[in-house]
């Protein structure tokens, strides 16, 4: 075994944990997370590099050694990890997206332009990207310039139009937000994440009405439980218990998420509870 832990472990758990698993490229990397994870990122650098020798996902050990550098502070040496992956693997979309902060850092606005643009053409849906992008030019540029920056990556990008009704929503123009979210339906009609979002950014505003026609119109099995869960919300606010007990019928037969179930026991009961108040 070769390596600097291999050699002296100690007495440190870490550096024993380390050694356990220096040819084992999955197990090394859970390593090197929770070290990170509990602030010990200087003791993983020659870790990290190990995991590059040896992964078989040469795209998660980059971003992971320049995740590790810059948790160091070493901004300049995570650049030039990320850069030495494209240039010798090609490109993707996490890899132009990590080099975008870095950029920022370094107060170049073409270079994170360039960054985040390349990550969404290899991944127009990258919710990192668009997420990250969106508020550094909220930050650097306003609101205004942000949502046309948005816009401009619209194209084919669900994620993006849901981004944009959210926003426009915020603003208070429902009509055009849910423009934006019919749009994004019509690109993904099958993606859960795509209703599920749309739902909870009329919740979150106060648009009931709103999110019940659009996830009744919209809803497959396939979009899963949460829109619906937002419609049974949505409906006992509006005062349709009625309403509110036929689509949690509909609830009953889609699988919940297990960090969910709480949740959907809870409008169970107060549906029930609604429905006996008006006398149903």
Not at 66 to 88: N, P, S, Y
Request: aromatic share 6%; charged share 25%.
């Amino acid at each position: 075994m070769t390596g600097q832990w291999a050699e002296s472990p100690g007495s440190d758990p870490l550096a024993g944990d380390l050694q356990r698993v220096w040819n084992d490229p999955d197990a090394l990397e859970t390593v090197i997370v929770a070290a990170l994870d509990a602030g010990r990122s200087a003791d993983v650098v020659p870790a990290v590099r190990r995991l590059e020798e040896i992964d078989h996902d040469p795209v998660r050990a980059a971003n992971l050694h320049a995740l590790v550098l810059r948790t160091c502070a070493d901004h300049a040496g995570a650049e030039r990890v990320l850069l030495e992956h494209l240039k010798k693997h090609g490109g993707d979309a996490q890899t132009w997206f990590n080099l975008a902060p870095l950029a920022a850092w370094r107060g170049s606005t073409n270079d994170v332009d360039v960054a985040i643009g390349n990550a969404l053409k290899y991944d127009v849906n990258h919710a990192q990207a668009l997420d990250w992008g969106l508020r550094y030019h909220q930050r650097e540029h306003g609101g205004e310039a942000a949502l046309r920056w948005l816009w401009s990556h619209a194209y084919g990008s669900w994620r993006a139009h849901v981004m944009l009704g959210h926003e426009v929503l915020r603003w208070g123009d429902p009509s055009r937000a849910m423009e934006f979210f019919e749009a994004g339906c019509e690109l993904a009609p099958h993606e859960p994440q795509m209703l599920a979002a749309a739902a909870r950014s009329l919740f979150e505003n106060g648009r009931h009405a709103e999110l019940v026609d659009l996830v009744l119109r919209r809803w497959r099995g396939s979009h899963g439980a949460v829109p619906l869960m937002y419609v049974v919300d949505s409906q006992l606010i509006l005062d349709n218990p009625a309403d509110a007990a036929m689509a949690m019928s509909r609830l009953r037969g889609v699988p919940v998420p297990e960090h969910l179930t709480d949740a959907s026991t809870d409008l169970e009961r107060r549906v029930r509870e609604a429905c006996e108040r008006a006398g149903i």
